[in-house]
């Protein structure tokens, strides 16, 4: 067992305002299973980035492990998988055996990589991580690419692995494997053993704690306030209504009196406000979306199924959605759910096998999947330039973008921000129904909270397609699972 020291280690980017650390000092013990989370800016890619040398900042870092970091980007996509996974220096034994335990057969160890799906790969990469015994794995969000069933497989492979940091905002996935929990919080670390369930226990009863702290210092530090001003205004008034130098004599070392005591309240009142906890606190999402009532039935399938090549994409489907219905559509990548929307939205002209209904209104508040393309090609500038965008800069703050994140050019803003920005055009007008693919991605957890809030108490009509299992418990009121057609091209089972 060995340990990773961080002694007093800060960090600034240039022209920044606020250091992204200040003085950090902690143990990480190698064996454990560490879950890093908070929320999009606090550094969590900058962390590792400064364990694995990549930054350099204030401080020390000890360690005596090799580290590596998911996603690599300089893989050869041309390249074997095989040869991707020995090129670290493995053996072609031990590239199949890990291969193996993260659920991918001896057929894919000739396949070319970037013949593989986003998920397929992203198993690789994990999987090249642990083949060198001696490494420790620095894994910065692995979820974007992986289905509900990836995140399944990856979760239980990495339950049995020791010695790793995994940075994730899905709470349902970190809790498959993580034993301790490490949150970068906007002016603290909290390093706590257990799963996410047991570090949101253990900061809500802090965070509340700290709350009643703050409410009595607060308390007190008014009362302070009205007593200095009380005794200024009665000095100040002796002061005026004096009329011979005996009084005023009496005036001024009233006043003087009352300012040494007002400069004694104002360090008490400083020493108060010092004591205040800073609570991490989460705002409450306002938004224009509509509240809308059930019965009008929109869209009904009776075994159904999406085309493409003349081949069904799923089994056949049956269902009804009404409005003020929360529909999940559920299912492994690629097996049709966004070519589903696209061609009930009016998007693509898909044949397809049963019957449709589509009744949508024309009123859409729509999030694609590939949200970046609206935010970098010139989309989202041209929008800001047609509309108020002061309810997209409010909820993009409420959802944790810094003011001067906001101020920033959209070609800095992080994968996180951009996302943010998308969710806010979507919840800044009064739709009549929202579409969202993937709206988790790239969130952190608190934003994913705000979302689940929002949709719980406004309960608009929805149609929703992610794999975040804690989410869609929370925010749908029916699903549908979509799943794949066998390779004949026929229904089986």
Not at 80 to 96: D, F, K, N, P, R
Not at 118 to 138: I, K
Not at 367 to 374: E, G, H
Not at 453 to 463: A, Y
Request: with cysteine; aromatic share 8%.
């Amino acid at each position: 067992m060995s340990t990773i020291q961080i002694d007093q280690l800060t960090f600034r980017y240039p022209g920044a305002d606020m250091p992204v650390f200040d003085k950090l000092s902690l143990n990480i013990d190698t064996n454990w299973r560490l879950g890093l989370i908070g929320r999009n800016g606090r550094g969590k890619t900058t962390f590792m980035n400064l364990l694995r040398g990549r930054l350099s900042g204030q401080g020390i870092i000890k360690n005596s492990v090799t580290f590596n970091y998911f996603p690599d980007s300089h893989i050869d996509g041309d390249q074997t998988v095989m040869s991707v996974m020995t090129e670290t220096g493995a053996e072609e034994w031990q590239a199949s055996m890990e291969l193996d335990r993260i659920g991918l057969d001896e057929t894919y160890e000739q396949r070319v990589f970037e013949t593989l799906s986003g998920g397929e790969q992203t198993r690789v990469l994990l999987a090249r991580g642990f083949v060198n015994e001696n490494d420790f794995p620095l894994i910065d969000e692995p979820t974007n690419h992986l289905d509900i069933e990836g995140r399944e497989a990856v979760g239980a492979y990495l339950k049995q692995k020791q010695g790793f940091i995994c940075v994730s905002h899905d709470e349902s996935f970190l809790n498959l494997f993580v034993d301790h929990v490490m949150s970068l919080n906007r002016s603290s670390v909290d390093l706590v053993a257990g799963n996410v369930d047991a570090w949101q226990t253990d900061k809500s009863r802090r965070d509340n704690a700290a709350e009643t702290q703050n409410e009595h210092l607060r308390h007190r530090i008014k009362q302070l306030s009205s007593r200095a001003n009380i005794q200024r205004d009665w000095a100040e008034k002796r002061e005026r209504e004096s009329n011979d130098s005996a009084s005023r004599r009496i005036a001024k070392k009233l006043m003087r009196r009352a300012k040494v005591f007002e400069q004694r309240t104002d360090t008490a009142i400083e020493q108060r406000k010092g004591l205040l906890n800073d609570v991490d606190q989460v705002d409450k999402l306002r938004t224009n979306v509509q509240q809308t009532g059930g019965g009008q039935l929109l869209v009904s399938f009776r075994d159904f199924s999406v085309k493409r090549a003349d081949r069904p994409l799923f089994k056949p489907i049956s269902l009804d959605f009404h409005r003020g219905d929360r529909l999940a559509i559920i299912g492994p990548n690629g097996v049709g759910k966004t070519s589903l929307i696209s061609l009930i939205r009016g998007r693509e002209s898909l044949n397809y096998d049963g019957y449709l209904m589509n009744a949508l209104p024309k009123d859409i508040g729509y999030l694609s999947q590939q949200f970046t393309d609206f935010i970098t090609d010139g989309s989202f500038d041209t929008w800001r330039d047609h509309h108020d965008a002061t309810t997209v800069w409010n909820l993009m703050h409420q959802l944790g973008v810094s003011r001067p994140r906001l101020k920033a050019p959209t070609s800095e803003w992080s994968m996180g921000e951009m996302k943010k920005a998308a969710l806010a055009v979507s919840l800044s007008e009064p739709h009549e129904i929202l579409i969202w693919d993937e709206p988790t991605n790239y969130l952190d957890i608190d934003a994913r909270q705000q979302l689940r809030t929002l949709l719980q108490q406004v309960q608009p009509t929805m149609i929703l397609i992610d794999h975040d299992r804690h989410f869609i418990a929370e925010t749908s009121t029916q699903e549908v699972i979509l799943k794949k057609v066998e390779n004949d091209g026929n229904f089986h089972g």
